[in-house]
């Protein structure tokens, strides 16, 4: 193989403790919600800028609390800026495992697809008269110029 960009495995035993770990985040992480696409469209964002203008006005809230109204309820914004924090350092180390995941995953694709493709050159090459006509035929379909469109109508139906 001319390219192997990652060689990865896990055990049964690491397996399972992964899954055990994912499916003990996702019980100790219930709370969390999902959004639609519209709903995150249409939410106003706290971003970096934002964060020390909402911050300020928290405390200088809580030092003039005579001049909210009734239904402002300044103990659930506190909570809300406390889960905040606490859950921004937690999903900076997700996201970085998501990304090595991916980054992964992409790696371990384009491993096997550089193989195949090496592969079938061998076939093509080295497969002549062994018997390998129809496997090398069937996989040239790969790289068919027609469209899928096109193929289908061609194909005699089941």
């Known amino acids: 193989m001319s390219q192997n960009l990652i060689s990865f495995q896990l055990n049964q035993a690491d397996l399972a403790a992964v899954d055990a770990a994912l499916d003990t985040l996702e019980k100790k992480l219930s709370g969390l919600i999902d959004l639609s696409p519209e709903q995150r469209g249409t939410l106003v964002k706290m971003g970096g800028k934002s964060e020390a203008f909402c911050r300020t006005t928290v405390e200088v809230l809580g030092n003039n609390a005579g001049v909210l109204s009734a239904n402002f309820s300044l103990p659930e914004v506190r909570r ?79």
């Not at 090496?118 to 790969?142: P, T």
């Not at 790289?143 to 096109?150: A, D, N, P, V």
């Open 80 to 158: 809300d800026l406390a889960a905040f924090d606490i859950l921004r350092p937690r999903l900076v180390r997700v996201e970085k495992l998501y990304e090595k995941m991916r980054d992964s995953q992409l790696a371990l694709g384009s491993d096997v697809m550089t193989a195949a493709l090496e592969g079938y050159a061998f076939l093509k090459i080295a497969g002549r008269g062994e018997g390998l006509d129809m496997a090398r035929k069937a996989l040239s379909v790969r790289f068919s110029r027609r469209s899928h469109k096109e193929t289908q109508e061609h194909e005699p139906a089941e």
